[in-house]
């Protein structure tokens, strides 16, 4: 990136809602330049501390359940009520070029054209959990830009969606009714961290199914063990085509806010995710400058010519190459 911009003016420039500067720290954090990830870096550290009052929403879903339609419709509600809102939409990437799909943001009609609202498609790049490998930094840059609501919709829902729990103040399963067994498809770890679940679609002659799926739902809820001894997940019914009940779905995600921040959990939960952070960014971190030697990359190349062959076993040959670069052990 030509004449790369000094971060202490980057910052500042994010700090008055600059939506080019956002872009380009954004694009700056995905890189995978060495030098643009350190400006990143440099340019968050100097945004810290962040804005307080800010909500992270997850957003999680069966395919087919409407999640775009109805964050469009929920994020619009909210830029009319005065809020700031950012989406971060994780696209699918590609196979061949890693690249995104960039679909949510054609779909989000509203929300991409309105002056209070910033929705950032980001390819996952192979990332487990349904989020983008930098979506923990697209979203502390967008509360720095002055957004008061982040929203991060997920690609699915699945074992590995459970990741974006790590990062958000709660996480909203959304769900639609439908032939019967309202749980079929849904992994038992999703549902215990979902904080809310909404049945979507339930409007015309879809309603009364969806208020079924609901009752049934909250039977089935009743067996898992709440998130905290002060939350029971509510199921409500929504419809992200018609509005009806994204009210009241605020509404519960302000009353998730207010409990958990009476007992501490909101707090916790926040300074806990902070510290996985860090250690996260220091595997990484590791990972990436153990690697990065021509010493480290010719032992890797053997090793993965061993190893593709099935010759030798992936375990052992990992501890070879960590032994070969000097790296001490474990203590026993």
Same mark, same amino acid.
């Given at each position: 990136?030509?004449?790369?911009?000094?971060?202490?003016?980057?910052?500042?420039?994010?700090?008055?809602?600059?939506?080019?500067? =956002?872009?380009?720290?954004?694009?700056?954090?995905?890189?995978? *330049?060495a030098?643009?990830?350190?400006?990143?870096a440099?340019?968050?550290?100097?945004?810290?501390?962040?804005?307080?009052?800010?909500?992270? +929403?997850?957003?999680?879903?069966?395919?087919?359940? &409407?999640?775009?339609? $109805?964050?469009?419709?929920?994020?619009?509600? =909210?830029?009319?009520q005065?809020?700031?809102?950012?989406?971060l939409?994780?696209?699918?990437?590609?196979?061949?070029?890693g690249?995104?799909?960039?679909?949510?943001?054609?779909r989000?009609?509203?929300?991409?054209?309105?002056?209070?609202?910033?929705?950032?498609?980001?390819?996952?790049? #192979?990332?487990?959990? #349904?989020?983008?490998?930098?979506?923990?930094?697209?979203?502390?840059?967008?509360?720095?830009?002055?957004?008061?609501?982040?929203?991060?919709?997920?690609? &699915?829902? !699945?074992?590995?969606?459970?990741?974006?729990? #790590?990062?958000?103040?709660?996480?909203?399963?959304?769900?639609?009714?439908?032939?019967?067994d309202?749980?079929?498809? /849904?992994?038992?770890? /999703?549902?215990?961290?979902?904080d +809310?679940?909404?049945?979507?679609?339930?409007?015309?002659?879809?309603?009364?199914?969806?208020?079924?799926?609901?009752?049934?739902? *909250?039977?089935?809820?009743?067996? $898992?063990s709440?998130?905290?001894?002060?939350?029971?997940?509510?199921?409500?019914?929504?419809?992200?085509?018609?509005?009806? &009940?994204?009210d009241?779905l605020?509404?519960?995600?302000?009353?998730h806010?207010?409990v958990?921040?009476?007992?501490?959990?909101? %707090?916790?939960r926040?300074?806990? %995710? *902070?510290?996985?952070?860090?250690?996260?960014?220091l595997?990484?971190?590791?990972?990436?400058?153990? =690697?990065?030697?021509?010493?480290?990359?010719?032992?890797?190349?053997?090793?993965?010519?061993?190893v593709?062959?099935?010759?030798?076993?992936?375990?052992?040959?990992?501890?070879?190459?960590l032994?070969?670069?000097?790296?001490? !052990?474990?203590?026993?």
């Amino acid at each position: 990136m030509a004449n790369s911009p000094d971060p202490e003016e980057l910052a500042a420039a994010i700090r008055t809602g600059r939506r080019a500067a =956002l872009s380009r720290a954004i694009t700056l954090a995905e890189s995978t *330049r060495a030098d643009h990830r350190a400006l990143a870096a440099s340019v968050l550290d100097r945004l810290a501390p962040l804005p307080q009052g800010t909500i992270r +929403i997850g957003i999680s879903g069966v395919p087919g359940a &409407g999640k775009s339609t $109805l964050i469009d419709a929920l994020g619009s509600m =909210l830029t009319e009520q005065g809020h700031k809102v950012a989406v971060l939409a994780v696209d699918p990437s590609s196979v061949r070029s890693g690249g995104s799909i960039l679909g949510d943001k054609t779909r989000m009609h509203r929300l991409a054209s309105d002056a209070n609202a910033f929705v950032r498609p980001s390819p996952s790049s #192979g990332t487990l959990g #349904g989020v983008a490998a930098k979506t923990r930094e697209t979203m502390l840059l967008c509360e720095a830009a002055g957004f008061d609501v982040v929203i991060v919709e997920t690609m &699915g829902v !699945g074992q590995a969606e459970v990741a974006v729990a #790590g990062m958000v103040d709660l996480v909203v399963l959304l769900m639609i009714a439908g032939g019967g067994d309202e749980l079929q498809g /849904i992994k038992k770890g /999703i549902l215990e961290i979902a904080d +809310i679940v909404a049945l979507n679609k339930a409007d015309g002659e879809d309603r009364p199914r969806a208020e079924r799926a609901a009752s049934e739902l *909250r039977s089935a809820l009743n067996i $898992l063990s709440p998130p905290s001894p002060d939350w029971r997940v509510p199921v409500l019914t929504v419809s992200g085509a018609t509005g009806a &009940g994204l009210d009241a779905l605020w509404e519960t995600v302000l009353r998730h806010r207010a409990v958990h921040q009476a007992n501490g959990a909101w %707090q916790a939960r926040r300074a806990g %995710q *902070r510290i996985g952070w860090l250690k996260a960014s220091l595997d990484e971190a590791l990972r990436r400058r153990v =690697l990065s030697g021509k010493q480290a990359r010719a032992a890797l190349a053997e090793a993965e010519a061993a190893v593709g062959t099935g010759s030798r076993a992936p375990t052992a040959v990992a501890e070879e190459i960590l032994d070969r670069l000097g790296l001490p !052990g474990e203590p026993t």
